[in-house]
C-alpha cells in the first residue's frame, strides 16, 4: 500500500519493527546476537589472515589480559586446575564454561578465577565498572 510521502512510509515501517521489536525482546535480541555471532565466524574464516591481524591488535591493545587468558588455558591444559562441567552462578551444564578473572589480570590473580557460562560471564562484565579502552588513541 502506497503511502503519500516517503517520510510517513519510513516511519511506518521503523513503527511496525519497533513495535514487533519490543513485543517479542527477548527473542529478536537472541535473534541479533546469534547473527553477530555467525557474521563473526563468516568474516574470520573468509578472512584469516585479517582476523589474525586483529588478534594481534587485541593482544597489544591488552596485554594484561591476554596473559592471564593464557595462564589459565595453560594452567587448564596442564592439568594444573580442573575446569568444572558447571557454571558456579546458576550450575548450567552442556555449554561452554568461562573463567572469569573477577580480581581482575594482575600476576597474582592469574589463576583466581569463577567458572561461568557465557550468559552469567557477560553480566558480570557488564556490571563492572567502566574502563575506558587503553589504544592510546
Ligand atoms: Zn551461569
Known sequence: MPYKD??????KQVGYSLAYRLRHLERAREIGRRSYYLHGQTWKKKTPEKARLAYQNWVTANREKARAHWALNGAVRYGKITKP???EKCLA???RIEGHHHRGYAKEFWLDVVWLCRPCHNLEKRNRPFKPRSRGR
Not at 516517503?6 to 516511519?11: M, Q, V
Open 6 to 11: 516517503p517520510e510517513t512510509r519510513r516511519l
Open 93 to 95: 551444564t552442556g555449554c
Open 85 to 87: 562441567e558447571s557454571c
